[in-house]
């Protein structure tokens, strides 16, 4: 109960708006975020069915049946394992009410009709989206080189001379360790804390 009426003093309509971080506690997405991981809201769109809630580790999209219903569906989108894409910004027109923001994120597609009057925030949203796909890019690249100098070191260790067993189990704890780190830590990225406050004003 205290949640719709927090909706209706934020003046919603089927068009969202940008939620001011004042007013972050008053959203369902709230209730859903790991903030004993340190998960935090950096940016949030809510109109009276959707909430598109962007963490620094996720996006979660709480999806209203209707706006006058109070199902909901929680999906959440982790950053490390969903690649954001195809970002953009479509302009409203002169008696358009509203301006849409396009993206990607994993095989969902979305277009958010927000107000147009919030142009300047959805700029910012924009950037951070625009950067982190770029630093998945990056860390896609990265995995991929990983797994091509394993098929090297692999090789290598082939063409070496009669390996022992205990030999040949080191090397297999050592590739594998080496793997793992550099495939699911230092190229994996989870947190995008840093991004969304270097673009992202107010």
């Known amino acids: 109960m205290f949640k719709k009426l927090a909706a209706e003093a934020l003046g919603l309509s089927d ?5 001011n971080r004042a007013d972050y506690d008053k959203v369902d997405a709230d209730d859903y975020l790991f903030h004993e991981d340190g998960e935090q809201i950096v940016f949030l769109i809510k109109s009276k069915k959707d909430e598109y809630c962007f963490t620094n580790l996720a996006l979660i999209h709480v999806d209203g049946d209707s706006a006058v219903s109070s199902k909901r569906k929680i999906v959440r989108y982790e950053y490390a394992r ?31 009709d927000i107000r147009k009057d919030f142009i300047e925030a959805l700029k910012d949203i924009y950037k951070a989206l625009t950067r982190i796909s770029s630093l998945q890019h990056q860390d896609e690249v990265a995995r991929h080189n990983a797994m091509q100098t394993l098929g ?12 022992t067993p205990e030999q040949v189990n ?13 495939v699911l830590v230092r190229h994996t990225r989870r947190d995008f804390a840093d991004v ?3 673009y992202i004003r107010g």
Request: proline share 2%; hydrophobic share 45%; aromatic share 10%.
């Open 196 to 198: 969304f406050e270097r």
């Open 170 to 182: 080191a090397t297999f704890d050592a590739v594998l360790s080496n793997l793992n780190e550099t």
């Open 82 to 112: 969903h690649r954001i894409g195809y970002v953009g910004i479509e302009t409203a027109g002169t008696m358009d009410m509203d301006i849409e923001l396009k993206f990607s994120i994993g095989d969902q597609h979305f277009s958010i």
């Open 15 to 19: 068009i969202g708006v940008i939620v």
């Open 152 to 163: 090297a070191v692999s090789n290598m260790f082939r063409a070496s001379q009669n390996p």
